[in-house]
């Protein structure tokens, strides 16, 4: 099993820039694939971004593409979304997940997810 923590959120104006953090507690955070997902007011929590455990692979949203990087350091349990030219629509809450098994955009996928923090983005 594996805790996941967030922070990095805020308050930025758009064209601004956010690093978000995940610290995943326990000795297994290398074996996790891990995500990104984020949930606007009144919409479906959707993908964002996910890193293989290898660090090898990335996978990017179609709206965040360009513009957001994902990265992680597993000797730091640590998982990371660095957002750049953040506009209006990134406003939700954002939330850091991991997967036992696949790398993929699907919720369902990730077994244990974080408690989210928000970002806000005005225009």
């Known amino acids: 099993q594996v805790q996941l923590v967030e922070s990095g959120g805020g308050l930025v104006q758009a064209g601004g820039s956010l690093r978000l953090s995940c610290a995943a507690s326990g000795r297994t955070f290398s074996s996790y694939n891990m995500g990104w997902f984020r949930q606007a007011p009144g919409k479906e929590r959707e993908f964002v971004a996910a890193i293989s455990r290898n660090i090898v692979s990335t996978r990017y949203a179609a709206p965040v593409k360009g513009r957001f990087t994902i990265s992680r350091d597993n000797p730091k349990n640590t998982m990371y979304l660095q957002m750049n030219s953040l506009k209006p629509e990134d406003t939700a809450v954002y939330y850091c997940?991991?997967?036992?098994?696949?790398?993929?955009?699907?919720?369902?996928?990730?077994?244990?997810w974080g408690q989210g923090t928000q970002v806000t983005v005005s225009s």
């Open positions: 997940a991991a997967s036992r098994y696949l790398l993929s955009g699907l919720i369902p996928e990730y077994d244990y």
